[in-house]
């Protein structure tokens, strides 16, 4: 029996009716057609299908799109909604932080979040806030470097 | 090294980044076509067993079902990798070989009917004894897995180059050392997938997350009866690959059945745990080596003798244990190999490539026994290895061609930067452990936490480095299947319109960046920004290319698209000659510009044309000089469509002996590392404090990019050294088919990586680049290794070094 949720999705509320059992992430890719969030695992292991609930990161694969109901749920295509990139994206562009490209998009979100509580966190701090995401190609290295340069332009230039 | 280059060697980002920072970068399983269905695999739950009896009549009637595919509605054509093996079949017949081996097929309209259809077939299996333990498997009494592999055995090498024994007779010292491994997983991110799509021609289309589009393309067309060229693989954006996706699978295959069969487009996705279940990442390898030398520590002889669990099929492993002896050849002079290699073949999911192909763990080996003959030499490691690299020019014993090595260079670079100080022998008293607090426990403490403020018990931590080296190939010399095709083809075209460049070509990104490799040097070929050029990449009907595996695409491809740029540039310069009435030799494209005799030139009569054609536009030109975009349009309207070709093709490379051909490579990469450890002595734990690792790449095509490859491969060395393992059970099932039991290194096990590119100028290589992929995971192992041991005392020789494993080690041998 499915029943009816209500969401707001990179600032556009939603009215869903989802299965009772359906992820979050399933709601997102199959019924929204977002499908820059991924599937690496389907069981919270790898943050590949990290997204932000309300502000939160959180693996969309482990909650329930009813557990979403009445949340702001923020995914990678609403990270440049207006067509220019996030400072973030920029700067994992330039940091050379990109090679497969399959949990960047949950690395810029966690990113997102942790610079959010910490305008300028230590290498350390940003290890420890992409540790649950996964990363087999770049060894992490210009994944910190992207988001400490981040924080620095940010700090430099009082982009928003 | 700028080497006079406008974009080559350069930092310029990633052509693909924006579209992977963004989300919009499409990978396999974000695809959808109108109809789409949904298919899904029976998969074996014995590692052996007989089948009895197989009824999917109930599946067939389930609704919402399309087809159901099982061995006896489907051709049983053998496949695999290399063709004098071919030993899979889509579809277990009478027997399934592993848990994980291939029933049935399903395809339906969602995924949870196919998944009730699958469990609605009905399976009865008789069980076998499985073969799981790969060092008894050739024993007589061992159940025999394949009709065409006695005692077990899929492969066996012999090899003898020089003369061991007399080498033997005269060598100072000989030591007998031994190191195993465990099966491991590839791990990338993607699990693969495949979607495939019948054209109303009758034309099978397949998108899929494969390394080796020509490969899969082959194997489709043979086992599907089709003409290659009714067979098209495209590879959307691929999530990983590592060696792992490098060759033609059973889903593949199913799924283009199961779209055949059904005349409507089919995707299949595998689980995280059809991902372990289907392997064909790392083998597991038992290696023992003696190696002797002479007292100044110039290595006489390397006599190797190797076992190999292949799991349930050859697969890739033909090729694997041969580069398990012959990627020893090099980065040392060593005047005599012997090699004895066997591969058996057990219950267990295939094995196959996995980065650093079949050399990764007799490198260890090799590397941590040179370190323990420095010691007994009363030699600092770094000056034993510098007394016997070999350098640019040489050829190993068994005919490895260097045609550049900068390996004393890497060796130099790491010992500098790391500031490593000479070791002298060894105390033989126990050395003082130092207390160490951790880095998240509270400091100022001393050793067994007396005067610990917070009363937290601190262990006694010691700390150690090492180093090892290792070099790669750049391309396997040869295809896998035998033949004079050329390794890549590329074909560069201008847009019509003027200013637009458009490579087109096969080659496989998965990943790796090898599409900016390719926009990077033809933008440096036409004297354009690399923005200019787009890459197409991954589909079989724009090149042949032979895919993303042996470290093959810098080199093969980076030539091949060399030679479709000139080939492009010389046809516009050509026309710009004639009409500007000057010798084609004096011009040259630099800076979007046309330059004549080193300058930019003006020509009104082209540029009355260009803006004439233009009218009402906002041309934005720069000022009056000749623009790359006016020349190319010009080139169009004197000579229709400006396309070039280039193609690349390894020369006849290596021995004459047999397996002469696996490790012979256009030219060597090469790799020297340092890694830090911390161990903590009561718990066995080793955390990685700092790697330093130089890497000779050729020429540099883009820097960051080198770098990150460099990152990468230590990465997954730090893995495969301290914790992956894929551990079997006793009735053969993976005990940690999932992310979070098979670990893989997070974002604080790795440490800070310092990255020094060594560059060489390859003869052999475009602008003399060569690869960076997999040679730089050749040290990280034995590098670990070996600070374990400075730390410790204790030498494990059972990878991975495990908590449990080094605290073993301890109680055998007493450690530090």
Redesign the interface.
Known sequence: MKRLVNLTVNGTARELAVEPRRTLLALL?EDLG?????????????G?CAVLLDGEPVNACLVLALEAAGCEVL???G??ADGT?DPL?QA?????A????????GM?LVARALLARHAAPTP?E???A???????????????DAILLAARRRAAGGTP | MSGGFDVLGG?G??V????????????T??LTRPGLLHGALLQSPYAHARLVRLDTSRAERLPGVAAVLTARNTPRVPYGVSPARYDEQLFAGDRVRFIGDEIAAVAAVDLDTAAEALSLIRVEYEPLEPVLDALTAREPDRPQIHEAYARNVCAQVEQHFGDVDAARAGAYLVRQDRLSSKMQN??????QAALAEVDGRGRLTIWSSTQVPHYLQRTVAMVLGLAERDVHVVMP????G?GAKASASAMELATCLLAQRTGRPTKTVF??EQVFLHGRSRHQFWHTMTTGVDREGRLLFLDHEALLDGGAAASFGIATIYYAGSLLGAPYRLRSMRYRGVRVVTNKPPCGAQRGHGGVHARALFETQLDRIAEELGLDPIELRLRNVMAAGETTCNDLAMSSLGMRECLEAVRDRSGWQPRAPRPAAPRAVAAEPD?LRPAGSSAGGNGNPLGVPISAVVRGRGVACGFFVSGAGYPIYRSRTPHASVVVRLDETGGGVEVQSAVAE????CETVLATIAAEVLGVPVAAVRVRSGDTDLGLDLGAYSSRTTLMAGHAVKAAAEHVRDQVLAVVATALGVPPATLALRGALVLAAGAPVVSEAIRTEYVKEHRGWNLGLAGPHLTFAEAARLAFLERGPVVGTGLYRPPALGGSFKGAAVGTSPAYGCSAQIAEVRVDLDTGQVTLERVVAAHDCGRAINL??V??QM??????GVGEALFEEVVFGADGRIQNP???DYR?????D?P??EAIVVESDEPNGPFGAKEVGEGGIMPTIPAVLNAIYDATGVRVEELPASPERILAALRRDGGA
Do not use: W
């Not at chain 1, 994992?92 to 050379?96: E, L, M, R, S, V």
């Not at chain 2, 954006?237 to 990983?240: D, E, F, L, S, Y």
């Not at chain 2, 990152?711 to 997954?716: A, K, Y």
């Not at chain 2, 893989?744 to 604080?748: D, E, G, R, W, Y």
């Open positions: 890719r977002l499908t820059g969030t991924k599937q690496g695992c389907a069981e919270g292991d790898c590949a995914t990678i295509e990270v440049a990139l994206q994992f562009i330039d940091a050379g990109v090679q497969c490209g399959f949990c960047t998009p810029v350390r940003v290890r420890h992409i540790a649950g995401n996964l990363c087999r190609c770049t060894g992490y290295q210009k994944i910190e | 930092r980002p990633r693909d980044a924006v579209e992977k920072v963004t989300g919009r970068a499409q990978y399983d974000d590839a791990a990338f991110l993607e699990p954006r691929v999530g990983g590592f689980s995280r880095g998965i990943g790796q960046g960051t990019q770098e990150g990152h990468g491969c230590v990465s997954m999932s992310l979070a893989i290194p997070t974002a604080l790795v800070p990586i």
